[in-house]
């Protein structure tokens, strides 16, 4: 095993996290969004430092409710900034409250985050990366890369000899689901 599987399972900080959500699939909003706050606040930092205030990122931003985020006003722009348990930087928390506000607006264009996603899935990670650009703020390609391989979206979170890609396979995450697909387009078009 190589990379996050080789050292997040004995570690105090990242085992639980990559044993059972990273390149989980999810479908709630409240998950989603806090999967994106969270990728956005990681840029520049490490994953270790988000997972250690991700308790505190929970309380700041109420529960990682995208309609009560939308909502946040200047007091509660200063009420995070002045909050040691989250990242602050202004510029990672205007844009949470900006990205609840398109989440929103996707929930009406599309039921959900979620049905969002599946709406453009599969998609190569550099497409995605110009669908999150033009869609939210502060995402770059590590960030939209990341929070969709931590969604499932995309493949290789997970080595393929890692015990946990076992136990994804299992669950037949998105990316598994489409490279499944292009296999039997394949398999037909031989067949013919």
Known sequence: ??????????????????????????????VLFERLILEINQAGLSWGTILKKR????KAYRGFDPAVVA??????????LADAGIIRNR????????????VLALRKSHGSFADWIDAHHPLEKAEWV???KKTFVFTGGEITGEF???????PNAHAPDCPVHKKLVKLSPPWLK??????????ARAKK
């Open 71 to 80: 909502k946040f006003k200047d007091k509660d722009v200063a009420r995070l």
């Open 55 to 58: 308790e505190g990122f929970f």
């Open 1 to 30: 095993m190589s990379g996050y599987c080789a050292y997040a399972p004995g570690d105090p900080v990242h085992a639980s996290y990559h044993a059972t959500e990273y390149g989980f699939p999810q479908r709630d909003d409240k």
């Open 148 to 154: 969709l391989m931590s969604l499932g979206y995309l």
């Open 130 to 132: 110009k669908l999150f």
């Open 178 to 187: 489409a490279a499944k697909a292009v296999e039997r387009k394949i398999t």
């Open 91 to 102: 510029l990672k928390v205007a844009a949470a409250i900006e990205n609840a506000k398109r």
